[in-house]
C-alpha cells in the first residue's frame, strides 16, 4: 500500500489577465508506506501545492492522487472525511496554524470530537497522552499558544496533527520558522513518532541537511515537475541532475576548516511560471545545457530501479 500520484497537475487562473500558470506539471511518484519521502526545491517550486493536494484541501486540475488505492480528492464517498483524517498537515508557521482563541487542549480535543475517535468520557485523557507523546507537560493544555515558545507550538501542532491518528503526515517546512537551537529537538521527535506509529511522511523542506537527516527518499522539484527523484544516498552523494547539483554545491560546507559559511549560489533568474520558456525549464540556467533542451521537455528517465533523472544529457 502506498501514496501513488498520476500526473498530478494544478493549474491557477490569474484573474488580471485569465492567464493560467501551472503551479505543478504533471507530478508522478510512489511513497510505499512507513517511509519518508523528502520534497526539496527553491521556493515557488510547488512545494506546498503538493502537499495541499495530498491532504485534499485542493483538487488536481488533471491526474490523480490515490492514498491506499483511494482517490484523495473524490468527495463523492461517503467515507471522504475519515478517509482524508488519516492524511494530516503540519504547516510551517505553528503561530499561525493555532487558533490564537483556543487554549491547546481544546484544540487538540475539538480534532477528536469531531472525528468520533473516542467516547466523550476519554478524550481528556487523551488530549494527555498525546501531549505528553510529543513533549508538552500535560499541564500546559489550558495555556493558550502566545504563551508557549515557537518549539512548544510546533510540538502542539503535531499533537493535533496525531489526534485524528492519521497514517501519512505531510510536514511543510515544519521547523524553519524555529530557532536553530530546538530545530534537531523537533526533527528527532518526528523520527521517534514516526518509528513509534508507524507513519508515512512526506517531509517538505528547502534544507538539504534536514532532508538527509530524515527521508529515505528523495525527490527535486524545479517549477512544478520532478528533476530527479531516488533514494538519498543516490540523489545527495551521486546526484545527476545539474539542478541537484547545484543545491548541493549552494550548501555552506561546513567540513572544511576556514569555509565556513562559503557557498556556491545558482546563477539566472528563477522563470516567470507566466511566461515560461519553452523546452526545459531549467536550461536558462543550466550549465550542461545544449541546444535540444530549449526545444522538448525531458521526461523522468530511470537510472537504476530507485534513480531517476529528468535529463537526457546525464544519462
Known amino acids: 500500500m ?13 484573474r488580471a489577465t485569465g492567464t493560467e500558470i501551472n503551479a505543478l506539471n504533471g507530478i508522478s511518484l510512489s511513497l510505499p508506506e512507513g517511509k519518508t519521502l523528502g520534497i526539496v526545491g527553491e521556493s515557488g517550486c510547488g512545494k506546498s501545492t503538493l502537499a495541499r493536494l495530498i491532504v485534499g484541501l ?7 492522487i490515490l492514498w ?8 463523492s464517498h461517503d467515507a471522504f472525511r475519515t478517509r482524508l483524517s488519516k492524511t494530516q498537515l503540519v504547516f510551517q508557521d505553528p503561530y499561525s496554524s493555532l487558533n490564537p482563541r483556543q487554549r491547546i487542549g481544546e484544540c487538540i480535543a475539538e480534532v477528536i470530537r469531531v472525528h468520533k475517535l473516542r467516547p466523550d468520557n476519554e478524550i481528556s485523557a487523551r488530549v494527555e497522552e498525546l501531549l505528553t507523546v510529543v513533549g508538552i507537560a500535560p499541564d500546559l493544555q489550558h495555556r493558550y499558544p502566545h504563551q508557549l515558545s515557537g518549539g512548544q507550538r510546533q510540538r502542539v501542532s503535531v499533537a493535533r496533527a496525531l489526534a485524528a491518528e492519521p497514517d501519512l503526515l505531510v510536514l511543510d517546512e515544519p521547523v524553519s520558522a524555529l530557532d536553530v537551537s530546538v530545530r534537531a529537538d523537533v526533527m528527532n521527535l518526528l523520527v521517534d513518532l514516526r518509528e513509534k506509529f508507524g507513519l508515512t511522511y512526506l517531509f517538505i523542506s528547502h534544507d538539504l541537511s534536514m532532508i538527509r537527516h530524515i527521508s529515505d527518499l528523495i525527490a527535486v522539484m524545479y517549477l512544478g515537475k520532478i528533476v530527479e527523484y531516488g533514494t538519498w544516498q543516490e540523489v545527495l552523494e551521486n546526484p545527476k541532475h545539474p539542478y541537484t547539483r547545484a543545491l548541493i554545491e549552494a550548501m555552506p560546507d561546513h567540513t572544511v576548516i576556514g569555509r565556513g559559511n562559503i557557498a556556491k549560489p545558482l546563477t539566472g533568474e528563477v522563470p ?7 523546452g ?3 536550461h536558462l540556467r543550466c550549465p550542461i545545457s545544449q541546444p535540444i533542451c530549449s526545444q522538448r521537455i525531458p521526461d523522468l528517465m530511470k537510472l537504476s530501479n530507485s534513480h531517476s533523472v529528468a535529463c537526457p544529457e546525464v544519462i
Request: a neutral charge; aromatic letters at 6%.
Open 2 to 14: 502506498s501514496l501513488d500520484l498520476a500526473g498530478a497537475t494544478k493549474r491557477y487562473k490569474i
Open 272 to 278: 516567470d511560471p507566466a511566461n515560461m520558456p519553452t
Open 68 to 75: 491506499r488505492g483511494q482517490e484523495i480528492a473524490d468527495k
Open 280 to 282: 526545459c525549464a531549467f
Open 58 to 64: 485542493e483538487k488536481p486540475t488533471e491526474g490523480s
